[in-house]
């Protein structure tokens, strides 16, 4: 899969923004940083951020800001 598909997936599946999209979410940052870790060593950081995300609810803005912070690196 490449970089930029797996991005449109990964935005694609924050937009559903439910509690088992977030999951899968995880799910698949999981196989794909095993799989590359040139490329997700940031999505990682990701990773941690959704889990948090999903306990406290955090706002889509907040997150939004913060994904964009990790890209701009």
């Keep these: 899969m490449t970089q930029s598909l797996f991005l449109n997936l990964l935005l694609s599946?924050?937009?559903l923004s439910t509690v088992s999209s977030n999951i899968l979410l995880?799910?698949?940052i999981s196989y794909f940083a095993n799989?590359?870790?040139?490329?997700?060593?940031?999505?990682i950081r990701l990773q941690d951020y959704l889990i948090?995300?999903?306990f406290y609810n955090l706002k889509h803005r907040?997150?939004?800001h913060t994904f964009?912070?990790?890209y701009a690196k």
């Design 68 to 70: 964009s912070k990790l």
């Design 26 to 28: 995880i799910q698949l």
């Design 35 to 43: 799989k590359n870790l040139s490329f997700f060593q940031k999505i």
């Design 13 to 15: 599946i924050l937009l």
């Design 52 to 54: 948090i995300r999903l």
């Design 62 to 64: 907040t997150f939004f």
